[in-house]
């Protein structure tokens, strides 16, 4: 069954069309990548999966899970499972990691009906997914992000992939930035979350990520359109001719 | 306004001399208004509602200051019915809910805390402290006052050499108030840390004017005030520094940053320098802004509601003030009294 199943999506911002019709059906336990030249509508697709607010969609509809997701708003997505690893992660200076972290999880728990969590508890959870990212657990009584580095922006939103376990994740340029070693840490975060039952979405402009993630399917998407979908060999072919050939088409 | 106030401090039995004396000075005096630069803002005339229960009763062995330097101090001094001079040591609580008029002084390590704690409509706290060289104060002044309290408060604090202040002014609560807090540096040496928030909701005037004048060479002020302004509410916040001549190595840095969360809400706040000496490192900045959005977006794809993920912001901009609050006690208290009032 598709988890995530986008059809004829059209979406504006500030009333100029950006997603000018995309398709795309992902099924549980597949790996999808989209790539593309910038400008081509990437980071809009998965903002608009996300729920910002800033996109109209005009037409089209998505589904998660066979669910309306349109529908949900960016909080209700998150709940329900989708998770979006941010191409520029957002400091909060006064906000610690651990206490982000953690009612984050407690919203995921109060919609599952569940409890919240302790911070004992809590920790002891953590603990085995900060060694996985490599994350000093001092970070965790820093403010969220504040003074990271990049690659330790992006590990932070490995961990926070890690912690709440979402079915659908949509990776917003999660590689750029990063050195050999905090690459492989991060595929390695995506590769730990694979399994049957969950869904990766991999938005990118480079094929380096893809070395040590192997897509099901890869995508191009171009002025707003996927224009050509194919396994992992396009990504390499993509990598070798670039993306002027596809656009020209 | 005038009539209304003396009227009823006359009416109080046996006046003595001192008080009388105040009143005189308050009339020929007058009550300070809009025209006047630190006016600008606070229009006084709102208290004119003032009756006689505002008023405290004359208490005895207080003494009157022998002249007063505007109409307010005056005004201060009768409502209070004198002044009391006292040495502070250790850890002093005092109420700024009632009228009081203090010379205090500090000669080693002291704590004061002035908390807002008789539910009085009207109050007035002047207070004049004097910290001895090497001497330290840590200065704490909340005010979470009923939703019709009016409050003037004036804090002068005059430092010695290599004395040390460290201040937090929190506001909370209260319709109508005004806090002056003055620094002045004596001699070499010395440093103060001043730090403040205030949360000005519903249709509450808050307004902090703090002053510090370098008078001496080698001396270092640092001051952080933050704002949070919703609903219909105003918030003042003037912050000058004066480096005398001589002044030299003064060292002053001044921050302020105002979240206005609400259209009908309004922030006036002005840092204010002015520098005659020419061997000094002074800076200052203010801020105006609303929530960062995409910080709220941030949060929100994590599963926070968007409710909660805005008082989470709220909160972290105001910690910055809070935290530094050393008595857990009063931090935890002041924190859930800030936290309720978000809601």
Known sequence: MSLLKIENLHAHVDGKEILKGVDLVIRAGEVHAIMGPNGSGKSTLSGVLAGRENFTITAGSVHYDGKDLVSMNAEERAREGVFLGFQYPVEIPGV????????AVNAHRKHRGLPEIDAAEFMRGVRQKLDQVKIDAKMLSRGVNEGFSGGEKKRNEILQMLVLEPRLMILDETDSGLDIDALKLVADGINAMRSPERATLLVTHYQRLLDYVTPDRVHVLARGRIVKSGGPELARELEARGYGWLEAA | MLNNITTAIEKLPALPAGRRAALDALRSHGLPTTSEEDWKYTDLSKLDTLAIEDVAPSIENHDFPAAYDCGLDALNTALAGGRQTRTIEGRVELDTGKHQRLRLQVNRD????????????????FAAIDIAPNARLRLLRIQNAAADAQRLTRLKVALRRDARLEAITVDLGGAFLRHDLDITFDEPGAEAQLHGLYLARGATHVDNHTRIDHRAAHCLSRETYRGIAVDKARAVFNGKIVVHPGAQKTDSEQRVGNLILSKGAEVNAKPELEIYADDVKCAHGATFGQLDEDAVFYLRSRGLDADAAR?????????????????????DRVTREFEAQLK
């Open chain 1, 96 to 103: 610690s990691n651990a206490y982000f972290l953690r009612a």
């Open chain 2, 110 to 125: 002291a704590q004061l805390i002035l908390d807002d704690r008789t539910a009085s409509r009207f109050a007035t706290f």
């Open chain 2, 311 to 331: 008082r989470l912001l709220i909160s972290a901009f105001a910690h910055e003030i809070l935290d530094r609050i050393d008595d857990e006690a009063i931090r």
